[in-house]
């Protein structure tokens, strides 16, 4: 059984600055691809960062420039260093990760989400 735990949610002022954490745990032999996304209230899910197990990254358009996205590949964690956040940024967190468990394939593992509130 794997699993996916975040952390590092919480209520900021705009301008602010947060960082979350996602630790993969388990019968795990390796993660490829790891990712957040976030859903805001009354908005759909979107996806907004990528970090591959090279560390080649991608950002949405509205997170560019304010927000980073890292990877523990020792201690199978993933990172959102999130700077400069703005009201609009207020969501639900969940990470995503590319498990390499002991069945074929890669399976997708969700996070139960951290929530993060910018106030203004």
């Known amino acids: 059984q794997v699993q996916l735990v975040e952390s590092g949610g919480g209520l900021v002022q705009a301008g602010g600055s947060l960082t979350l954490s996602c630790a993969a745990s388990g019968s795990i032999f390796r993660i490829n691809t790891m990712r957040w996304y976030r859903q805001g209230p009354g908005k759909q899910r979107e996806l907004v960062a990528v970090?591959?197990?090279?560390?080649?990254?991608n950002y949405a358009d509205s997170v560019k420039g304010r927000f980073t996205i890292s990877r523990d590949n020792a201690k199978n964690t993933v990172y959102l260093q999130m700077n400069s956040l703005k009201p609009e940024d207020t969501a639900v967190y969940y990470c995503?990760?590319?498990?390499?468990?002991?069945?074929?394939?890669?399976?997708?593992?969700w996070g139960q989400g951290t929530l993060v509130t910018v106030s203004s």
């Open positions: 970090i591959t197990r090279g560390a080649i990254r």
């Open positions: 995503n990760a590319d498990l390499l468990t002991g069945e074929p394939g890669y399976l997708e593992a």
